[in-house]
């Protein structure tokens, strides 16, 4: 079939919509029409330095409504409202422990540009065209496989829902899933983006006694305490470790670093206790740490989270939940850019004037 999208054929370039062809779903697959996709760090990134074969259709945080299932899928039907995930096998040892975000095959299903198969459901002529984790939904359709679709309640508004397949999934998925931080201690956040404020919705769903916003930026700063942050820090005016242990009395059991700036990294490592948890979700270039002083000797541990080690079928829906509860405000986050503004959309997330820019598409 013939669709809208936006192809990337080099890197760096400005984007523009085209057309495309979409084969059709095969047993196994879903064809979704996009109604909307979030823009996240990580399409700039697909974008400007070719982390995926190009050309390539971009986007990976779609939601939309289900238009066709191939024969063997069971999960959803025609008509069903779905958020898209990343890709997983399904089969290797740890999605089969239920850790599908570390599936041993991720990174060529998600950035490698084709499905398990080799092949790719997109083209333009003879072109066969990149996906982009397993979705590429920034586009009017798209064809994925059934385990990257999550079935979603049709009475929340779909453009608000995308980011949830990633950044927010990622953020408040590593406190709940992987931090699980215990009633009454204390929590800091480094970064007041998407990413880190979906960080504090989830924190302050788990009644820790102190959850600390670090930041750069005022406005985010005070967004940070509208959705449950207890204290912040701006960290060009205050010392982060000295006001962490100040407000703590001693340090936090548990941090989580979206910056990936690696002074940020260190101050987040000495701001805990002993036998405190940092965990690593930004992209974060290599930098000196000495293990002994920093890490051993003080029973710290440093951990990395991918998709904060979601389920995307099981937490996803709980996510929508409390967001229907008033518990998880997304709403707070999201501004709304018509497809031919996707551009825009990239310029304002890069310049930070915009937390979850999110593309109506259909």
Not at 101 to 115: D, Y
Not at 149 to 156: Q, T
Not at 340 to 359: R, T
């Amino acid at each position: 079939m013939k669709i809208k999208a936006v192809v990337t054929h080099q890197q760096g370039e400005t984007l523009r919509i085209e057309d495309a062809e979409l084969r059709e779903p095969r047993e196994d697959e879903v064809l979704v029409k996009i109604v909307a996709t979030g823009v996240c760090h990580t399409d700039a990134l697909g974008r400007d330095i070719g982390m995926t074969p190009y050309p390539v259709v971009l986007g990976h945080e779609g939601a939309g409504i289900v238009e066709k299932t191939g024969e063997f899928v069971t999960s959803v039907e025609p008509g069903d409202h779905v958020v898209l995930s990343f890709a997983y096998c399904n089969h290797c040892v740890n999605c089969l422990k239920g850790h599908p975000a570390n599936c041993v095959s991720s990174g060529s299903l998600n950035f490698g540009g084709r499905f398990a198969d080799h092949t790719t459901p997109l083209r333009q002529g003879d072109q066969e065209l990149s996906t982009f984790f397993g979705q590429a939904s920034f586009a009017t359709y798209s064809v994925v496989k059934e385990t990257s679709v999550v079935k979603v309640d049709k009475d929340v508004d779909l453009t608000l829902l995308g980011g949830l397949g990633c950044g927010l999934q990622t953020g408040s998925g590593t406190v709940l899933n992987r931090l699980k931080p215990e009633f009454g201690t204390s929590i800091v956040i480094y970064g007041a983006g998407a990413v880190g404020l979906s960080a504090i919705m989830g924190a302050k769903l788990t009644g820790c006694a102190n959850i600390i916003a670090v930041d750069i930026h005022d406005n985010r700063l005070a967004l940070a305490k509208e959705l449950g942050a207890t204290h912040t820090i701006n960290s060009q005016t205050e010392d982060i470790e000295e006001r962490i242990k100040e407000i703590t009395g001693g340090g936090a059991e548990y941090g989580l670093d979206t910056t990936g700036v690696p002074s940020v990294v260190r101050a987040a490592l000495r701001a805990l206790i002993p036998m405190g948890t940092l965990a690593v979700v930004g992209l974060t270039p290599e930098m000196p740490i000495d293990i002994h002083a920093e890490i051993m000797s003080v029973s710290k541990s440093l951990i990395g989270v991918v998709e904060g080690d979601s389920v995307p079928q099981l937490f996803i829906p709980r996510l929508v939940s409390f967001y229907k509860q008033g518990r998880f405000p997304i709403d707070k986050l999201v501004k709304c850019y018509d497809f031919e503004d996707i551009n825009q959309a990239f310029a304002d997330s890069a310049n930070g004037s915009v937390i979850k820019p999110v593309v109506k598409i259909g």
